[in-house]
C-alpha cells in the first residue's frame, strides 16, 4: 500500500509540474489589455510595439516605434519624433530582445498620445 501511495504521489508532483510548464508556455503576451506595449531596456532605449512571447529568453517585438530627437539646423531647436522601424538597410520586420536586457513592460493606452501617433503612421502607410 505505502508503494501504491508514493507512486500516485509522484505521479501526481509530475502532473503539477507538467501543467505548470504548459500554463507557464501558453501565455505569451502580458495581460496589459491593450494592443501596444512599451518595452524599456536596461540600456535606457524604449521601444513601443506589440510583445509576443515575453516568457521565452527573447521576447518578441512587432510593429516596432521609438522616439527619435531631430533638431532644426536653423533654429537649432529639438523636437522628439516617433519614428517606425523597418526603414533601416537590413529592413527588419520585428525585433527579438534579450530578456535580460528588459527592465520593465507597461500598457500604451489607446488614448495615449503614443498610441494616436501609431494610429496615425499606420492609417499612412
Not at 21 to 33: H, I, M, Q, S, Y
Not at 40 to 67: H, K
Request: charged share 20%; with cysteine.
Amino acid at each position: 500500500m505505502q508503494k501504491f501511495t508514493a507512486a500516485v504521489t509522484a505521479l501526481s508532483a509530475v502532473a503539477i509540474a507538467a501543467a505548470a510548464c504548459t500554463l507557464a508556455f501558453v501565455r505569451n503576451k502580458p495581460e496589459t489589455g491593450t494592443p501596444y506595449q512599451a518595452v524599456a531596456l536596461m540600456n535606457g532605449q524604449m521601444f513601443f510595439g506589440q510583445l509576443e512571447d515575453s516568457n521565452r529568453e527573447y521576447v518578441t517585438l512587432r510593429d516596432v516605434f521609438y522616439i527619435q530627437g531631430r533638431q532644426n539646423p536653423e533654429t537649432r531647436a529639438v523636437t522628439s519624433v516617433l519614428v517606425k522601424r523597418g526603414g533601416e538597410a537590413h529592413a527588419p520586420d520585428r525585433m527579438l530582445i534579450n530578456r535580460q536586457q528588459v527592465l520593465l513592460i507597461e500598457p500604451v493606452k489607446t488614448d495615449s498620445q503614443i498610441a494616436k501617433l501609431i494610429a496615425e503612421q499606420n492609417a499612412a502607410h
